[in-house]
């Protein structure tokens, strides 16, 4: 079965990964945490209703259940077809939705000192994350090109996040 409608991101990189092999819901969801979770947010929910509309397709094929009644999923050539349609697009601009940005933009409506407290904890997590994506990187022997410049962006963003709250105002430190 063929179908020429295109495939949104989600769909696009449950098929990406399908590449690797067979893989159950769970499974997709997994790595799709693992790989691209530190920009992209796919909820198991999403798979799941994904998995669903690509089989519709023939995009995907269902295997037969297993172990905890799972069932894996495999790429059709169609899905071949349709992914390397997809991943050959022109990608488009970013865009920022970053909620506390959002919430800075709003500060002056918080109670004196909230958005200080706001700001620190967002600061702390945004350090986790820098930690966890550098213990990534020193532990990548293996990593392809391809993994690796993901990375390395991730890093860079994170760094540029954490030089970003270090330079902000210290009224918005202080919110008073």
């Known amino acids: 079965m063929t ?25 997709l969801h997994a790595t799709a945490q693992a790989c691209i979770g530190g920009f992209w947010t796919v909820t198991r929910s999403q798979v799941y209703r994904e998995l669903s509309a690509l089989t519709t397709r023939g995009l995907v094929e269902e295997g037969h259940v297993g172990a905890r009644a799972q ?56 350090a986790e994350t820098l930690a966890g994506y550098r213990a990534q990187r020193d532990a990548s022997d293996g990593a392809s090109v391809f993994d690796l410049a993901t990375l390395d962006f991730g890093i860079r963003y994170e760094e540029a996040t954490l030089e970003w709250f270090d330079a902000l105002p210290e009224q918005l430190h202080a919110n008073s």
């Not at 989600?10 to 499974?27: C, E, I, K, V």
């Not at 790429?75 to 390397?84: E, H, M, V």
């Not at 990608?91 to 500060?107: C, K, Q, V, Y």
């Open 3 to 27: 179908d020429d409608r295109s495939l949104n991101a989600t769909a696009g990189s449950l098929l990406g990964f399908l590449h690797r092999g067979p893989m159950t819901g769970w499974d």
């Open 71 to 126: 069932k894996p999923f495999t790429i059709t050539d169609s899905g071949r077809a349709a992914f390397a349609q997809w991943i050959d697009r022109e990608p488009g601009d970013a865009t920022i939705r970053h909620p506390l940005l959002l919430t800075t933009a709003f500060g002056a409506h918080l109670e004196p000192g909230r958005l200080a407290a706001i700001l620190v904890d967002h600061r702390r997590r945004h």
